[in-house]
């Protein structure tokens, strides 16, 4: 064999070699705002599929093959959030465990189902986000439309004969779920004495202050998320009212009360079960808190999330979004969040939504 045919058999076995560990690594993409006012649930997105990932790789990776965690930052911007799929598309990511905001995630949605990539959402609750028929979209939280109601069941039932407002921030997100709020409690024969708004990033809310003093207002019922929420509370404390404040699951962070203070306290709020205190999950919170982290909301609907992917394609035999999308909604899968089952639009079949607590810095479960 002479030397130019040794030079180009050289050449092609080192292009096969480079294909073969190309295609070693499975990308997996995580993204949600990791700047920005809600920068700690992107945080919690990016601890809880780091550990998926790292315990996935541990046990041998998927089809003999290793994850490689790619994020991306979205700032809950929609504009953004486009941006970051299309990044995650030219990557090649198989599956994409994002994004927070619903006002990110259902734009970035449309990206994911033209490049065939699985998305699955740990905490855009609107029911938009699965309403379109994307068969490539999924969530393991809970929808708006369950949300809501259950606030509005527990505020007709513990605040009868009350004075309740309604206030929401103009997000997909804070208006849907205001809205599902405010039809549940009409329904159930209690009208709101104010339904207002608010823009998002203000931090003076001294006229929404002097207008629920003004409506003598004993329960604020806010669509939105934990920055203002808490800068509203607090305004109303200072403002002499004990008007207490029930908002939904963008408050499941420790840094609301870090906004609040004291004046945190006794306000409500939804979220799914905590699964920090399920006993199968001992370990697993053991060592995330190794690792100097605190699980808390959406870091173990992260790991699920990747936990429910990884099972499927393993069922699949392959990454194919199609193929997994079709083991998604056809079988069960153990997880961090206990069983999952995703119905034919891709939400989890059995969230469930309970009431919680802020007492102390902390928050607790509220038996209804």
Known sequence: MNRFRLLMLGAATSLILAA??????????????????????????????????DDINKKGGLLGQKLVLKSGDDA????????????????GAAVVIGHFCSGSSIPASDVYAESNIIQISPGSTNPDFTERGLPNVFRVCGRDDAQGPIAAEYVQSHFKGKTIAIVQDKSTYGQGLADQFKAKLNALGTKEVLYDSITAGDKDFSPLVSKLKQANVDVLYFGGYKTEAGLITRQLREQGLKTILVSGDALVTDEYWAITGDAGQGTLMTFGPDPRLNPVNKTLVEEFRADKYEPEAYTLYTYAALQAWADAVTKAGTTDATKVAAELKKDKFSTALGEIQFDAKGDNKAPGYVVYEWNNGKYAYVKN
């Open 76 to 91: 809950c911007d929609p504009k953004q959030a486009v941006s970051v799929a299309n990044d995650m598309a030219s990557a």
């Open 20 to 53: 073969t560990a190309a295609r070693a690594d499975i990308v997996v993409g995580v993204a949600g705002p990791l700047t920005g006012s809600e920068a700690v649930f992107g945080e919690q997105f990016s601890h809880g599929a780091s550990k998926a990932v």
